[in-house]
């Protein structure tokens, strides 16, 4: 038995220093810690993007649409494969979401995207899957053809980059998550990044509540309006104080999933299987995890293969067990065909996910490849 978890945060006396500190001070929230984990975190990106933190990844989503006005009547066009939080983004905003399937890649078939834009579409949806950078050239080409908004859920991007410009910065906003899996921790949190300085006032006053004044804007205390519909999204100080900690250990973080990537891609290349893409010149993985494909009857075997490597203490998953429009939930409401969408179903049931986070060495990707390949041979 190993134990090789899939993920792990990787917090250590900085951020249980920073989160103390904050115990000890008067403000819990409306702080000055969030607004450095903004700022901080905007600068990572890039020079011209601007952040404002959020409770999650999903709020992220959510607020961007409520920011849009995009509603019911509307339409959102979506990859088929992702995590459920894309499309329950948008379907809470009582739009309609509008899957495409994935190319080999796992990413959205950009060659099917065109062809699921209507008169009702408002926006489409990118995600990097699971940290590939989709070619946003043609993506961009394409919305701004029809008017449409780019949402990007980064929620697996963060150090992921395209021509040199980092996952998030291409559409009008982006959302990023910081769940304890993440490739940095805030506990549970995420950060809305654009490069519109409007955009991110605006769903700033949106996640919350609305008020016309902030906190420290209020000349006459308590005294303030509300201006629009608004909801509690907010980052409280202690999410921040631990972000602040983790976005300077991050760069490190990045190098160790790059090299563990390299050395488990190195270890499996003999298998009877598909590693996803790397990246090329053009797109930086952000190394989230390796997703292999199973070839010929492994395949079947799949659920069987993870259950063994369970056993042993690895740490394997899925990225995504289902396509999202043949899901029970969405395939009820909107009754979408699973030959509609072949490669994302060939994902979904053929894929294994291996861990390569920080919180793991090149020693562990050795015995990850060992109990991979001894799960596989005993087909």
Same mark, same amino acid.
């Given at each position: 038995?190993?134990?090789?978890?899939?993920?792990?945060?990787?917090?250590?006396?900085?951020?249980?220093?920073?989160?103390?500190?904050?115990?000890?001070?008067?403000?819990?929230?409306?702080?000055?810690?969030?607004?450095?984990?903004?700022?901080?975190?905007?600068?990572?990106? *890039?020079?011209?993007?601007?952040?404002?933190?959020?409770?999650?990844?999903?709020?992220?989503?959510?607020?961007?649409?409520?920011?849009?006005? !995009?509603?019911?009547?509307?339409?959102?066009?979506?990859?088929? !494969?992702?995590?459920?939080? @894309?499309?329950?983004?948008?379907?809470?905003?009582?739009?309609?979401?509008?899957?495409?399937?994935?190319?080999?890649?796992?990413?959205?078939?950009?060659?099917?995207?065109?062809?699921?834009?209507?008169?009702?579409?408002?926006?489409?949806?990118?995600?990097? #899957?699971?940290?590939?950078?989709?070619?946003?050239?043609?993506?961009?080409?394409?919305?701004?053809?029809?008017?449409?908004?780019?949402?990007?859920?980064?929620?697996?991007?963060?150090?992921? #980059?395209?021509?040199?410009?980092?996952?998030?910065?291409?559409?009008?906003?982006?959302?990023?998550?910081? #769940?304890?899996?993440?490739? =940095? @921790?805030?506990?549970?949190?995420?950060?809305?990044?654009?490069?519109?300085?409007?955009?991110?006032?605006? =769903?700033?006053?949106?996640?919350?509540?609305?008020?016309?004044?902030?906190?420290?804007?209020? @000349?006459?205390?308590?005294? #303030?309006?509300?201006?629009?519909? *608004?909801?509690?999204?907010?980052?409280?100080?202690?999410?921040?104080? =631990?972000?602040?900690?983790?976005?300077?250990?991050?760069?490190?973080?990045?190098?160790?999933?790059?090299?563990?990537?390299?050395?488990?891609?190195?270890?499996?290349?003999?298998?009877?299987?598909?590693?996803?893409?790397?990246?090329?010149?053009?797109?930086?993985?952000?190394?989230?995890?390796?997703?292999?494909?199973?070839?010929?009857?492994?395949?079947?075997?799949?659920?069987?293969?993870?259950?063994?490597?369970?056993?042993?203490?690895?740490?394997?998953?899925?990225?995504?067990?289902?396509?999202?429009?043949?899901?029970?939930?969405?395939?009820?409401?909107?009754?979408?065909?699973?030959?509609?969408?072949?490669?994302?179903?060939?994902?979904?049931?053929?894929?294994?996910?291996?861990?390569?986070?920080?919180?793991?060495?090149?020693?562990?990707?050795?015995?990850?490849?060992?109990?991979?390949?001894?799960?596989?041979?005993?087909?």
């Amino acid at each position: 038995m190993h134990d090789i978890p899939f993920g792990r945060p990787m917090l250590g006396p900085e951020e249980k220093a920073a989160v103390a500190e904050v115990l000890d001070s008067p403000q819990l929230v409306h702080g000055p810690r969030a607004q450095r984990f903004e700022e901080e975190f905007a600068s990572f990106l *890039g020079p011209d993007a601007y952040a404002t933190s959020v409770s999650s990844c999903t709020a992220g989503l959510h607020l961007a649409y409520m920011h849009f006005g !995009i509603g019911p009547g509307d339409e959102v066009v979506l990859p088929a !494969i992702t995590h459920v939080a @894309t499309a329950h983004a948008v379907e809470v905003t009582g739009a309609t979401p509008i899957f495409v399937d994935s190319d080999e890649s796992g990413n959205m078939d950009i060659g099917r995207l065109r062809e699921a834009i209507t008169g009702r579409t408002r926006a489409i949806c990118v995600v990097h #899957y699971p940290g590939l950078p989709v070619d946003m050239v043609p993506v961009m080409s394409i919305a701004q053809e029809n008017g449409l908004k780019v949402v990007e859920d980064c929620a697996l991007a963060l150090g992921a #980059y395209l021509d040199g410009t980092h996952c998030g910065l291409f559409g009008d906003v982006a959302s990023f998550s910081f #769940y304890p899996a993440k490739h =940095i @921790t805030t506990g549970e949190g995420g950060m809305v990044v654009s490069n519109d300085a409007e955009t991110v006032a605006g =769903i700033s006053n949106i996640k919350a509540f609305g008020y016309d004044r902030g906190l420290t804007e209020r @000349t006459t205390p308590g005294v #303030y309006d509300i201006s629009r519909l *608004g909801l509690n999204y907010r980052m409280s100080e202690i999410s921040a104080a =631990i972000g602040i900690e983790q976005l300077k250990k991050a760069t490190v973080f990045a190098s160790r999933r790059k090299e563990n990537m390299a050395r488990l891609r190195s270890n499996l290349s003999d298998l009877p299987i598909e590693l996803l893409p790397d990246g090329d010149d053009r797109r930086k993985h952000a190394n989230y995890c390796l997703v292999s494909r199973l070839q010929g009857k492994l395949r079947i075997r799949r659920d069987e293969i993870l259950r063994g490597l369970k056993s042993r203490g690895i740490g394997a998953s899925v990225y995504y067990p289902v396509p999202l429009p043949l899901a029970h939930y969405y395939v009820t409401r909107y009754g979408r065909r699973a030959e509609e969408f072949p490669t994302a179903r060939a994902v979904a049931s053929e894929s294994v996910a291996l861990p390569v986070g920080p919180h793991l060495s090149l020693s562990d990707m050795d015995v990850i490849s060992e109990e991979f390949s001894a799960q596989i041979e005993k087909g």
